[in-house]
C-alpha cells in the first residue's frame, strides 16, 4: 500500500503517511437465488470449516429446498465431510 514514488519540492524529502499493514478480515458469505440474496452471514476473521460448518447447519440448510443446486468455489473449509451430508439430507445438490 505504500507508494514508491512521489513529488517534493527540489532538495526536499518527501513525507507522506501510509498505512502500515493493520489489517482486520471481515468474510461475507450468503445463498444467491435467482430472485433474492439469502441466509446471509458477515463474521470478522477468516472463513474456515468450522464457521462454515456452523453457517451450513444452522443458517443456510433451513433455507434449502429439494431440487436447490448448491455451488461453492474451491475453498477448503467447503469440502469437509459434513458439507455434501448437509446439504442432500435436505434435498439439494452439489455439482
Do not use: C
Amino acid at each position: 500500500m505504500a507508494r514508491r514514488y512521489g513529488r517534493s519540492p527540489r532538495g526536499q524529502r518527501l513525507v507522506a503517511a501510509i498505512a502500515h499493514s493493520h489489517w482486520k478480515t471481515t468474510t461475507f458469505v450468503a445463498g444467491l437465488r435467482h430472485n433474492q440474496l439469502t441466509a446471509p452471514l458477515v463474521i470478522d476473521g477468516p472463513m474456515n470449516a468450522t464457521p462454515f460448518g456452523a453457517y451450513l447447519e444452522q443458517i443456510l440448510a433451513p433455507t434449502l429446498a429439494p431440487g436447490d443446486i448448491v455451488v461453492m468455489d474451491n475453498l477448503s473449509a467447503y469440502k469437509g465431510v459434513g458439507v455434501r451430508q448437509a446439504t442432500q439430507a435436505r434435498g439439494a445438490t452439489l455439482p
